[in-house]
């Protein structure tokens, strides 16, 4: 049984919609080559903070909502960072490489957020540097185990395990629609010349199929539009293992802490897709239920062009807007959403 919050039915203040990047809508083939084969996305829509140092694990682990402090060599893990008020300012991916611990993060809150976590450093033996420039981060879905086992000895062979080489770094990621997936993060050139040895195999296809397998596998990304939206759990960040409710003490820790264990959740994040233009359904965006025109119910995390047209979304939305009636995209006449099955199970609500 899940007991959780008593306190995330009111949201904060509605942000401005940020100017996020947003790729256009790709063509068909792009998709079938993902659902179809294979294919591979270089994806500039993330960045890369490093951080060295000897006390680089334990300033992180104070600052984050999961373990860094234990991340061995072998696993990658998902953390967030929260304002004081236990809202994210951003979602990572982090991991160990050699001494160096990486979070790969939205490239548009990068700035901001690596500038807030250097003012905490202090006295710490900790420096955080932006080594996107110097980096390339490529994401693999389909069938693609044969082209990446002509680059790396051995494969990751579960979520979040991850190899190293010489080439950079493989992470297995959750799998979307039955599809396998991978990110490959490593020095650009090495990873160019690699890319290249395996155009044979391999088709390019757009940021923007990566983001919608994003979607498809209920993983959530924290962008600039929606930065200070969210207490964790309202994206599902308990559930998918990006909060380590047994470790000490992090900004935003007691909210985060006390919504799990006193009362009850009132919003989760969850699956839909809508007929509308990519142009009208952004992250930001409110959503209103078919019965309350006078407040939003919720609000898109992530949208993305979809297979099948259409733009699939996660959406945080109040559970008891699910119960009945429809959730509609900007007001209560605006394009209704369809909503989808998770791939993953969220905890009962009592």
């Known amino acids: 049984m899940n007991s959780p919050l008593a306190s995330t039915d009111t949201q904060s203040p509605t942000a401005t919609v940020a100017q996020t990047q947003v ?14 084969g294979g294919a591979y996305a270089i994806l500039p829509q993330f960045g890369v903070i490093d951080a060295n140092g000897d006390d ?3 300033f992180l ?28 300012l951003a979602s990572f991916l982090a991991w160990k490489t050699g001494d160096t611990i990486r979070l790969l993060l939205s490239k548009d809150v990068q700035a901001s957020v690596q500038k807030r976590l250097s003012m905490f450093v202090l006295r ?3 420096k955080l540097t932006d080594d996107s420039d110097k980096l390339l981060v490529v994401g693999f879905a389909g069938d693609v185990r044969g082209a990446l086992a002509r680059v790396f000895d051995a494969l990751p062979d579960g979520v979040h395990v991850k190899v190293d080489d010489p080439a950079g770094t493989l992470i297995r990621v959750p799998d979307a629609l039955g599809r396998l997936r991978y990110l490959w993060i490593g020095p650009k050139d090495a990873v160019q010349a ?10 390019p296809v757009s940021p923007a199929v990566w983001d919608w397998l994003d979607i498809r596998a209920g993983e959530p990304r924290i962008t600039q539009a929606v930065s200070e939206q969210f207490v964790p759990q309202m994206v599902n960040y308990d559930v998918l293992g990006g909060v380590n409710f047994k470790k ?13 264990y006193r009362g009850t959740i009132k919003r989760r994040t969850a699956l839909a897709s809508v007929a509308a233009g990519l142009d ?6 409110e959503l209103f239920h078919s019965d309350d025109s006078s407040q939003p119910c919720g609000m898109i995390v992530n949208a993305a062009a979809a297979a099948e047209g259409g733009v699939d979304l996660l959406a945080e939305i109040k559970l008891a807007a699910l119960e009945s009636g429809s959730v509609h995209l900007g007001a209560t006449d605006g394009p209704a959403l369809r909503i989808l099955p998770l791939p993953y199970a969220l905890p009962s609500e009592v």
Do not use: M, W
């Open 56 to 58: 680089a694990a334990s």
């Open 280 to 285: 009208a359904v952004r992250a930001g965006a």
């Open 124 to 126: 710490a033996k900790a």
């Open 61 to 88: 682990h104070s600052q984050l909502t999961n373990d860094i402090q234990h991340l061995d060599v072998a696993g990658a893990r998902l953390a967030g960072y929260c304002s004081a008020k236990g809202r994210l």
């Open 23 to 36: 790729f256009e809508a790709p063509a068909a083939a792009d998709f079938d080559a993902v659902l179809k």
């Open 248 to 260: 000490g003490c992090y900004p935003g820790q007691e909210i985060v802490a006390r919504s799990q």
């Open 194 to 203: 690699k890319l290249a040895s395996l155009a044979d195999v391999l088709k």
